[in-house]
């Protein structure tokens, strides 16, 4: 699309324009800078040049832009002025209703000591004010003759008194309020309006909502009562920049050519061509496509979505939560189903999938097929790292690649593509080594590579791509495609996403597979979904669950558990509390103070440092003493354990021998277990580790056992643990073995007690800076 600026060139020097095309209109925007002589280019403006001697302002148009020309500072209006000047106004009432016409002030402070000077129309009377930062002075004339086509002005202050004449008028003058003579110098002196769109960032008293509609000429000013008036500028004459600047009775639409019967309309700060229906563009050269606003009749497509022109009409592309023809239906979204020939798709954030990568998930095709999960580096034909599960033949295949070749993992059967059978997949890597398992039947790959990481930053795909053509060439077989059939609970990484209208931050074409708001796991506990409607349903429950999506045990309905403590189902009839920390008891209704904290296996603390800010944290230190009841399990997990690419220290036991895990960064060192040294079980034992920088120290019952660096060339050397530490395991709801990528499979069982971190003289208050669930006093 053209577009028309105005420029100028002063001597040698080439000022840029500054296009401004807005949509609707296709109006092209004339910018004025520097010189008298200005120039239309582009395709609309052939260089005819319009010498402007008599400024034409057009006020603000429609698209909010205000005409104006700035002029250089006048260093020595401080404490005398005066200005003269002349004006002829539009014939329209706008012109003289709240116009301003010159304008020198302090830009953007908007309070009311704000220094400034500013002569304006409103309602038909010229209007002089002035603040010299004690009070505004205002000074108005009588109202103006319309006859009288060519308005002269003469304005000016000296010290705190200013006056004001015009034309034939009787000269009025006024006072400034207050004990302050002079005026602060300006930046800017500005003609015509302004160049922010707002009044509000004028100081107050200055504010003139619309800019001057007519034309401003012969402006001259002097700083002292017996100086000479002399033009603005420097040089003089000269503006230092402008927009939308005129020459009063010329119109540049003589050099616009609008074509097929397009019409040139000159609105003052903007030309444009108005086109006849079916046409578009800056000159009236496009033709209107059936997905155009302007096409008559308009595209029908609604609630947001996108229209596609096709060779015959258009398609609409609806957005989550609708469908139909033109998206005019609301879907709630259970169980997606997915459609290659509408290009579907689903989108959720970026996970860490780093290290490792693991997806599971339930799939119904209903064609050969189709990506079900994709996710890479870049968006674009050079993706660079990927992951790719899709479906190519009926076979079930895995592709990725982390840098050094695309890995390639096909299952050995196909799946049914009748819609009888939801298959279950689970894939993805650890490192280089990949895995595919679909319906219990397992394929590995035995290839070695040097480069371990997957290195993806795009959202997570499922069941296609926002744009195909996007794909990595190496992701699929054959060219990518949308998923056609249904899914259902897909987790990566242990971490379920929500396959809803609401769960994905982006999609297109997505329906509901069984059009009923019964889903796979709408009802709990294995509850039976009975659609009763098109958006309603009722569970039918097992007998020892109730509640309206049967999750809420029957022995648990009318429990006595306090201290928002939670109601575990023991029997038919009876229940058990599980505790928050601090608390103990049938109920939970008793405190608990005490030195040794017992943990049963899904238990946890979660312990916030206090003076986490104040911490060297190349210099990492914690003892603890522990007494341990069962061989596995989680002690202390110092990092804030939400991502799998976060810093940690972590301790535990596996088959009873003591096991410790750092990660500084980029997973360099791999865990060590001390097969030699058994912890296990029912026997105190005080564990003490020092990391310093990269060496790590471990000290048992006083005797050192390990004095290692872990990375020689230090390329990660602070424990950036976010202040936290969970001891025992982690939230009930989460796994263990998920959380920590595999290095603990469990909860620890057993006590702790006597906690220190960095030194610190005092033992750590679990009790005071601490939260957790389910655990006891003592030991056994």
Same mark, same amino acid.
């Given at each position: 699309?053209?577009?028309?600026?105005?420029?100028?060139?002063?001597?040698?020097?080439?000022?840029?324009?500054?296009?401004?095309?807005?949509?609707?209109?296709?109006?092209?925007?004339?910018?004025?800078?520097?010189?008298?002589?200005?120039?239309?280019?582009?395709?609309?403006?052939?260089?005819?040049?319009?010498?402007?001697?008599?400024?034409?302002?057009?006020?603000?148009?429609?698209?909010?832009?205000?005409?104006?020309?700035?002029?250089?500072?006048?260093?020595?209006?401080?404490?005398?002025?005066?200005?003269?000047?002349?004006?002829?106004?539009?014939?329209?009432?706008?012109?003289?209703?709240?116009?301003?016409? +010159?304008?020198?002030?302090?830009?953007?402070?908007?309070?009311?000591?704000?220094?400034?000077?500013?002569?304006?129309?409103?309602?038909?009377?010229?209007?002089?004010?002035?603040?010299?930062?004690?009070?505004?002075?205002?000074?108005?004339?009588?109202?103006?003759?319309?006859?009288?086509?060519?308005?002269?002005?003469?304005?000016?202050?000296?010290?705190?008194?200013?006056?004001?004449?015009?034309?034939?008028?009787?000269?009025?003058?006024?006072?400034?309020?207050?004990?302050?003579?002079?005026?602060?110098?300006?930046?800017?002196?500005?003609?015509?309006?302004?160049?922010?769109?707002?009044?509000?960032?004028?100081?107050?008293?200055?504010?003139?909502?619309?800019?001057?509609?007519?034309?401003?000429?012969?402006?001259?000013?002097?700083?002292?009562?017996?100086?000479?008036?002399?033009?603005?500028?420097?040089?003089?004459?000269?503006?230092?920049?402008?927009?939308?600047?005129?020459?009063?009775?010329?119109?540049?639409?003589?050099?616009?050519?609008?074509?097929?019967?397009?019409?040139?309309?000159?609105?003052?700060?903007?030309?444009?061509?108005?086109?006849?229906?079916?046409?578009?563009?800056?000159? /009236?050269?496009?033709?209107?496509?059936?997905?155009?606003?302007?096409?008559?009749?308009?595209?029908?497509?609604?609630?947001?979505?996108? /229209?596609?022109?096709?060779?015959?009409?258009?398609?609409?592309?609806?957005?989550?939560?609708?469908? $139909?023809?033109?998206?005019?239906?609301?879907?709630?979204?259970?169980?997606?189903?997915?459609?290659?020939?509408?290009?579907?798709?689903?989108?959720?954030?970026?996970?860490?999938?780093?290290?490792?990568?693991?997806?599971?998930?339930?799939?119904?095709?209903?064609?050969?097929?189709?990506?079900?999960?994709?996710?890479?580096?870049?968006?674009?034909?050079?993706?660079?790292?990927?992951?790719?599960?899709?479906?190519?033949?009926?076979?079930?295949?895995?592709?990725?690649?982390?840098?050094?070749?695309?890995?390639?993992?096909?299952?050995?059967?196909?799946?049914?593509?009748?819609?009888?059978?939801?298959?279950?997949?689970?894939?993805?890597?650890? $490192?280089?080594?990949?895995?595919?398992?679909?319906?219990?039947?397992?394929?590995?790959?035995?290839?070695?590579?040097?480069?371990?990481?997957?290195?993806?930053?795009?959202?997570?795909?499922?069941?296609?791509?926002?744009?195909?053509?996007?794909?990595?060439?190496?992701?699929?077989?054959?060219?990518?495609?949308?998923?056609?059939?249904?899914?259902?609970?897909?987790?990566?990484?242990?971490?379920?996403?929500?396959?809803?209208?609401?769960?994905?931050?982006?999609?297109?074409?997505?329906?509901?597979?069984?059009?009923?708001?019964?889903?796979?796991?709408?009802?709990?506990?294995?509850?039976?979904?009975?659609?009763?409607?098109?958006?309603?349903?009722?569970?039918?429950?097992?007998?020892?669950?109730?509640?309206?999506?049967?999750?809420?045990?029957?022995?648990?309905?009318?429990?006595?558990?306090?201290?928002?403590?939670?109601?575990?189902?023991?029997?038919?009839?009876?229940?058990?509390?599980?505790?928050?920390?601090?608390?103990?008891?049938?109920?939970?209704?008793?405190?608990?103070?005490?030195?040794?904290?017992?943990?049963?296996?899904?238990?946890?603390?979660?312990?916030?440092?206090?003076?986490?800010?104040?911490?060297? +944290?190349?210099?990492?230190?914690?003892?603890?003493?522990?007494?341990?009841?069962?061989?596995?399990?989680?002690?202390?997990?110092?990092?804030?354990?939400?991502?799998?690419?976060?810093?940690?220290?972590?301790?535990?036991?596996?088959?009873?021998?003591?096991?410790?895990?750092?990660?500084?960064?980029?997973?360099?060192?791999?865990?060590?277990?001390?097969?030699?040294?058994?912890?296990?079980?029912?026997?105190?034992?005080?564990?003490?580790?020092?990391?310093?920088?990269?060496?790590?120290?471990?000290?048992?019952?006083?005797?050192?056992?390990?004095?290692?660096?872990?990375?020689?060339?230090?390329?990660?050397?602070?424990?950036?643990?976010?202040?936290?530490?969970?001891?025992?395991?982690?939230?009930?709801?989460?796994?263990?073995?998920?959380?920590?990528?595999?290095?603990?499979?469990?909860?620890?069982?057993?006590?702790?007690?006597?906690?220190?971190?960095?030194?610190?003289?005092?033992?750590?208050?679990?009790?005071?800076?601490?939260?957790?669930?389910?655990?006891?006093?003592?030991?056994?």
């Amino acid at each position: 699309m053209a577009s028309c600026h105005v420029c100028s060139r002063s001597h040698s020097d080439d000022w840029p324009g500054d296009d401004s095309v807005q949509d609707g209109k296709r109006m092209a925007q004339l910018q004025i800078y520097q010189n008298t002589a200005i120039h239309l280019n582009g395709q609309a403006c052939k260089d005819h040049a319009i010498n402007i001697t008599h400024a034409r302002f057009s006020g603000t148009d429609e698209f909010g832009y205000t005409s104006f020309v700035a002029y250089t500072s006048i260093p020595s209006l401080s404490f005398f002025y005066e200005f003269k000047l002349r004006f002829t106004i539009a014939n329209i009432s706008s012109a003289v209703r709240d116009n301003l016409i +010159l304008f020198a002030g302090q830009k953007g402070q908007g309070n009311d000591g704000d220094d400034f000077l500013v002569l304006g129309l409103r309602s038909g009377r010229v209007v002089h004010r002035f603040n010299l930062g004690s009070g505004i002075a205002t000074i108005v004339s009588d109202r103006l003759n319309y006859n009288i086509s060519i308005h002269t002005v003469t304005f000016g202050r000296s010290k705190r008194t200013g006056w004001l004449k015009v034309d034939e008028q009787q000269n009025r003058t006024g006072y400034s309020p207050g004990p302050l003579v002079g005026l602060n110098v300006f930046n800017q002196l500005f003609v015509g309006g302004y160049n922010e769109f707002t009044p509000e960032l004028l100081p107050l008293g200055s504010r003139f909502r619309q800019g001057f509609q007519g034309c401003i000429f012969s402006i001259q000013f002097r700083t002292r009562k017996d100086g000479k008036f002399q033009a603005l500028g420097q040089p003089a004459g000269y503006p230092a920049f402008g927009r939308s600047v005129g020459q009063c009775g010329v119109t540049p639409c003589v050099h616009v050519r609008c074509m097929n019967g397009g019409t040139c309309v000159d609105s003052g700060s903007s030309v444009y061509c108005q086109c006849l229906s079916g046409w578009k563009g800056a000159l /009236c050269t496009e033709t209107v496509s059936v997905c155009d606003p302007e096409h008559s009749p308009p595209p029908l497509c609604s609630h947001g979505s996108t /229209c596609i022109p096709l060779p015959n009409g258009y398609t609409c592309q609806c957005p989550l939560g609708t469908a $139909g023809l033109h998206c005019e239906k609301a879907v709630t979204i259970t169980d997606p189903f997915f459609s290659t020939n509408q290009s579907s798709w689903m989108s959720f954030p970026p996970m860490s999938i780093r290290h490792r990568t693991v997806v599971e998930l339930q799939f119904q095709p209903l064609s050969p097929d189709g990506i079900l999960v994709y996710s890479a580096q870049h968006l674009g034909a050079r993706a660079g790292d990927f992951f790719c599960l899709s479906l190519t033949s009926g076979f079930v295949q895995l592709r990725y690649n982390l840098g050094g070749g695309t890995h390639v993992l096909r299952s050995t059967r196909t799946v049914d593509l009748h819609g009888r059978t939801w298959h279950v997949v689970k894939a993805g890597r650890t $490192g280089h080594q990949g895995f595919l398992s679909l319906d219990n039947e397992e394929v590995r790959e035995n290839r070695t590579e040097r480069m371990t990481t997957l290195d993806v930053a795009t959202d997570i795909f499922v069941g296609g791509v926002s744009t195909l053509s996007f794909v990595s060439p190496e992701a699929t077989e054959r060219e990518p495609m949308s998923f056609t059939g249904g899914l259902r609970e897909l987790k990566i990484n242990g971490r379920e996403l929500e396959l809803t209208e609401t769960g994905a931050i982006g999609g297109t074409n997505i329906g509901d597979w069984d059009g009923t708001a019964c889903g796979y796991k709408v009802c709990h506990n294995g509850g039976l979904c009975r659609a009763t409607g098109a958006d309603s349903f009722i569970c039918i429950c097992p007998s020892l669950w109730t509640g309206s999506l049967c999750n809420q045990s029957v022995s648990c309905v009318n429990n006595n558990c306090r201290h928002g403590s939670i109601c575990a189902p023991s029997t038919v009839t009876s229940y058990s509390c599980i505790c928050p920390l601090g608390w103990g008891g049938t109920h939970c209704d008793t405190k608990v103070s005490t030195d040794s904290f017992r943990f049963v296996g899904n238990s946890y603390i979660k312990y916030r440092d206090q003076r986490f800010n104040t911490r060297n +944290l190349k210099y990492t230190q914690i003892s603890f003493s522990i007494y341990a009841s069962s061989s596995n399990g989680l002690i202390v997990w110092m990092g804030m354990a939400e991502h799998e690419d976060e810093d940690y220290l972590a301790v535990g036991l596996e088959e009873g021998n003591l096991k410790i895990a750092v990660n500084l960064g980029e997973r360099l060192a791999l865990p060590i277990t001390f097969k030699n040294l058994s912890l296990c079980c029912k026997e105190w034992h005080d564990v003490s580790l020092n990391l310093n920088r990269t060496v790590i120290q471990v000290f048992l019952n006083n005797k050192e056992i390990l004095f290692e660096d872990s990375d020689p060339f230090e390329q990660y050397v602070t424990l950036n643990f976010g202040g936290v530490a969970y001891f025992g395991g982690f939230e009930i709801y989460r796994n263990v073995s998920v959380v920590t990528s595999g290095i603990f499979s469990k909860g620890f069982e057993g006590s702790i007690r006597n906690v220190f971190l960095f030194g610190d003289g005092n033992p750590v208050l679990f009790l005071k800076n601490g939260e957790g669930f389910n655990v006891f006093e003592g030991t056994e």
